[in-house]
């Protein structure tokens, strides 16, 4: 089980951070710990990472940010009273996310990144995700959750989505494999399965907990289209479900840019197909 980053025990980790934007030459973004409800946490500067030439290199570095929230902010933007939580995929590069993190954080002031050891079991780290989760609402600080979770997050936010009980939720599961994928999770014994042998996840309270499904089209998207079953297809009791399109400003809309698209739609900043 993974730990809740405090002060007292990351400061080898947050040495080592240091030494990776002080390698990348940009003086500006140290990190620092912030206090949330009773937890202590990494806030980094969402402004240190590159885009355009530099965005394979910013996700190299986003990915190396210690295991379990990490706050992202921009500029001296406070804690507002929504909490964003955006949760990787499996062997994440983390380019992904980049530019989409940089325009949700224009809009939120208090957002997170949720880096996880993906050897494990999406079940386990759903619980501890949400743990977390949990107790920074325990505050009383959020008035709404707002989770992004791209491929293998998706399953575990899904798997989250039990534990969260009566917190106001909304849930986006982008280009997630719900329904399993072979060879990914034969370690986990704890994993449920129905006849079909799909994914079997806990049931939700839906009065609270909204889930929202993105799709990627099966035969575009890199991670699924050697499979014969798009393994985003399942029957859950979804609030909507959007099918992606198959280009995003001119090029393939595949797996990884499903993440941009999917984050600025929400914002309102709508790329053309």
């Not at 009773?38 to 986003?62: C, M, P, R």
């Not at 957002?111 to 996880?116: K, N, P, W």
């Not at 707002?146 to 106001?168: C, E, K, P």
Request: glycine fraction near 8%; hydrophobic fraction near 40%.
């Amino acid at each position: 089980m993974l730990h809740q980053p405090r002060l007292i025990n990351i400061l080898p980790l947050l040495i080592a951070f240091v030494a990776i934007v002080h390698c990348a030459g940009n003086s500006s973004g140290n990190p620092q710990t912030v206090q949330v409800a009773n937890n202590q946490y990494i806030n980094l500067d969402i402004n240190t990472f590159g885009e355009g030439t530099e965005i394979k290199s910013a996700g190299l570095q986003l990915m190396d940010i210690p295991m379990g929230l990490v706050q992202l902010s921009n500029g001296d933007q406070q804690n507002d009273s929504v909490l964003v939580i955006a949760i990787h995929g499996y062997q994440s590069k983390g380019y992904e996310w980049i530019t989409g993190l940089k325009n949700l954080a224009d809009h939120f002031g208090s957002l997170f990144f949720f880096r996880y050891d993906w050897e494990q079991c999406p079940d386990q780290i759903g619980i501890e995700l949400a743990s977390k989760i949990q107790s920074i609402s325990q505050a009383g600080s959020y008035q709404r959750i707002l989770l992004f979770g791209h491929s293998f997050g998706g399953l575990i936010v899904t798997y989250a989505a039990a534990q969260l009980g009566t917190l106001n939720t909304e849930i986006h599961l982008i280009a997630a494999p719900l329904s399993g994928f072979p060879g990914l999770m034969d370690h986990c014994e704890t994993l449920d399965y129905n006849e079909q042998n799909i994914l079997a996840y806990p049931e939700w309270d839906r009065s609270f907990v909204h889930v929202i499904q993105h799709r990627t089209v099966h035969a575009q998207d890199g991670a699924f289209r050697e499979m014969t079953i798009d393994p985003q297809e399942i029957d859950l009791p979804f609030d909507h479900v959007q099918e992606l399109p198959p280009t995003m400003d001119g090029h393939r809309l595949g797996h990884n840019w499903s993440v941009t698209w999917v984050l600025d739609q929400y914002i309102g900043k709508p790329h053309r197909y």
